[in-house]
């Protein structure tokens, strides 16, 4: 410690402020759209309404091709236009939006593959195993378009998920084909292909937000679902170059990419991306019911293996989402379930009560460490299904019955009150950071740490008071690191580089709204950190503003 205070004090003496722009990117975000893509996504997916899956819904395998197993077996079936498009036409409707916002749900994850936006662009099914079903896949894209317009209806975000790329990134039928092979990889081909389908799909999604009314609900697109790559280096390589194609389109549009289940390995990579100030998020699925370990833990084990915060999963997600952070990235889950394997179950005396701990576990979780996360599915066609089905789970009393934050008054007339708890609870803040760095002689920039207090106590704020459009649930800010990094840039750009930057990114939570991490209050480590990156993250939710909310999920737990 004696060290790093020596080293400290060194780097402060002779601090100078230096004019400068810094990172500028021309991010073109609508203020709805920024609360839309940034605030804490609790989400579910949509499956098996675009991309198909048997064991989800199985009518429309009815009179399927080959195994009947995937898309292209009931593309090359019996009525394949007619079987889908009644399909589209029912399986998510405007009640299911409706159900879902009311129980605090604000975005949805829609699995699509490349040929259900051959609407936009015909030739991509050229010399694909789609190559001449375009009449069977081209109502498809209105109906994603009416998704978008009925979502934002209920103030429901959409991420867009390429669930199926030209010729199978993994060998599942969800993929596209019910064939075993994975020849996305091995095909240069394929590859770009995926790339040119994504640069359609960003176009049209940017297009849209240029209507009237704005389809702001748009949150982003993952670039590929689930991939298994033949070396993480094409992989790599292939994700830096996807990214790089749409961001020539934006560079603000938001991107997400599958971590493999090498979240560390994957989160190295973001790091290491150009420095940007758009958001490009990691991806990881998580699930307990399908390996060996899996079936030979017991579901309080499973339970405890994520509820022990010293266990290794959650030290993992918790130094990821640091990572992440310092990065201006964050994590989700976009993949996740209430499903046990029986072998789990069993000698359990109550069944229902250990489903509801191993769903709170994770979601408690996630509320920790992630910018969101999306239950695997929304429903399926025969019902029962609690450890898959999110409506089941609900209904059934194993999953909370609103999720997030409920007001409990109107918080939107208080921000008077709320500015003056924000005065208040920075001059606390302040008084104690001068204090405690009067103890270590140099140069200090105190208006910078209350310039990033009062910052971060706005950013929140903006969330919050977001309208909530029949939500249950108010907006709370989620991409932590990723607003934090925009303002630090903001705050350069408008007063210069120093030394002292950090102090823009030192703030305390005593009792106040969520702002700006406290370096001063933290080991050597964090200190290290904010000296070296010169970049600040949010922090959690806390203080006396929060009086006005009620944790609905918490409550139930």
Request: hydrophobic share 40%; glycine share 8%; aromatic share 12%.
């Amino acid at each position: 410690m004696r060290s790093f205070i020596s080293r400290l004090k060194h780097k402060r003496r002779g601090s100078m402020t230096e004019s400068g722009p810094g990172l500028q990117e021309a991010l073109q975000e609508s203020p709805q759209q920024r609360l839309y893509r940034y605030r804490k996504q609790r989400g579910v997916n949509l499956g098996s309404w675009f991309v198909l899956e048997r064991w989800v819904s199985e009518s429309p395998f009815q009179g399927a091709a080959g195994s009947g197993q995937s898309d292209l077996d009931v593309a090359k079936g019996l009525h394949a236009k007619h079987v889908l498009e009644q399909h589209w036409d029912s399986w998510i409707t405007s009640s299911d939006f409706e159900w879902l916002a009311a129980r605090g749900i604000n975005t949805v994850r829609i699995p699509i593959g490349y040929y259900h936006i051959c609407a936009l662009d015909p030739s991509i099914l050229t010399r694909t195993d789609f190559d001449g079903l375009q009449h069977v896949f081209e109502g498809a894209w209105s109906r994603l378009v009416a998704a978008v317009i009925t979502a934002r209806s209920f103030g429901i975000g959409v991420l867009f998920d390429l669930h199926a790329a030209p010729g199978k990134q993994n060998k599942d039928s969800h993929s596209g084909t019910s064939s075993p092979v994975i020849s996305f990889f091995n095909s240069k081909f394929n590859m770009q292909l995926a790339i040119r389908a994504l640069r359609v799909l960003v176009t049209q999604l940017i297009a849209l937000q240029a209507h009237d009314p704005a389809f702001n609900n748009i949150v982003g697109v993952q670039l590929l679902n689930e991939p298994h790559p033949s070396s993480h280096e094409i992989l790599y390589d292939w994700y830096r170059e996807a990214i790089q194609e749409i961001r020539k389109i934006d560079s603000g549009f938001p991107i997400y990419i599958s971590d493999c289940w090498m979240t560390d390995q994957y989160a190295d990579f973001v790091a290491r991306l150009p420095s940007s100030l758009a958001l490009t998020c990691v991806d990881h699925h998580l699930y307990r019911c399908f390996t060996e370990t899996d079936i030979s833990a017991s579901a309080a084990q499973h339970t405890a293996s994520l509820a022990d915060r010293n266990a290794p999963f959650p030290q993992m997600f918790s130094r990821i989402s640091e990572k992440l952070a310092a990065s201006g990235s964050g994590l989700i889950v976009g993949e996740w379930s209430g499903a046990l394997n029986p072998g789990s179950l069993q000698g359990t005396a109550d069944e229902h009560q250990e489903r509801a701990s191993y769903i709170r576990a994770q979601l408690d979780l996630f509320e920790l460490y992630c910018a969101g996360s999306f239950f695997w599915t929304y429903k399926k066609e025969s019902p029962g299904d609690q450890g898959w089905s999110f409506r089941d789970a609900v209904e059934n009393g194993i999953f909370p019955e609103v999720v997030g934050m409920i007001p409990v008054k109107d918080h939107v007339g208080l921000s008077a009150d709320t500015n003056a708890r924000k005065v208040t609870a920075r001059n606390v803040a302040l008084g104690q950071h001068v204090s405690y760095w009067a103890r270590f002689p140099g140069h200090y920039e105190h208006w910078r740490f209350e310039a990033g207090f009062d910052q971060g106590w706005i950013a929140a704020y903006d969330f919050f008071a977001f309208d909530r459009a029949g939500q249950a649930a108010v907006s709370e800010l989620g991409f932590k690191g990723c607003i934090a990094k925009r303002k630090a840039q903001d705050h350069i750009h408008e007063n210069g580089r120093s030394s002292n930057i950090w102090e823009f990114g030192e703030c305390t939570i005593q009792g106040g709204f969520p702002f700006w991490v406290c370096a001063a209050s933290r080991p050597a480590a964090r200190h290290t950190r904010y000296l070296d990156k010169s970049i600040c993250d949010i922090a959690d939710l806390g203080g006396p503003i929060l009086n006005i909310f009620q944790s609905m999920d918490s409550a139930k737990g």
